[in-house]
């Protein structure tokens, strides 16, 4: 499907749109598809196991505690250190919820698990400007993430990149974005998103049909 493909469906939903190749319509609708695309990213971006097929690499420096996030990320699921040899993962690392949570803590249990040494990172925590290690790194690691990163924008020529199901929930809302007037309330775009997107959105999470989730020990008490 291409980004004309969701052109044509915004016509089928308002014939009194021209949004055929170098009509008058053109840019403002793909300016409203991408507002909508934008919109539906960040709805995904919130719900676990949904359109998490991203991944890339970021690498740490020598007694350096930060690395910059990469950009367009927009939810990080795991994170793995790769071999230096193998380049396979080695271990994955622990995720850090609480602010500032990589700096080290005299108080149990989080200084059982985090060391104010430097060596290979076990522990992550970022706030979608950095990624902060610990241990410090104690040399240059390359690490794999794996979550859900925002698609390019859509052109009339380009390939969507979401399946075919989004398609249809972004054209009805694009449309409603062309509608807007000036004394309109903007309330009333924001009012279809649940209409809109959420069947979509529980379609998507209900794809990853998994068990219950069984214990998981990552971390050995040995006093």
Known sequence: MTGQDLLDRIEVLNAELQLQSGEADVTK??????????????LAAARPKILGSSTGTVTTTLNTETTTFTAGL?????????GASTSRPEYELRPLRRTGG????????TNIVLTSSTGKPKAYWTNGTNFYWNPLPDATHTLRWYGFAAAANITAAGTFAYPDIVALPLAIYAVKLMKLGIDD?????ASIVTEVFDSTLDTLTAFVRDGAVGFEYTQIHDS
């Not at 990589?102 to 249990?109: E, G, N, Q, T």
């Open 29 to 42: 609708g793909l300016l409203a598809l991408n507002i909508a695309q934008d919109y539906f990213e960040s």
């Open 74 to 82: 927009l939810r990080v699921d795991r994170v793995h250190l790769l």
């Open 102 to 109: 990589h700096a080290v803590s005299l108080y149990w249990p």
């Open 185 to 189: 309330a903007i309330d009333d775009a």
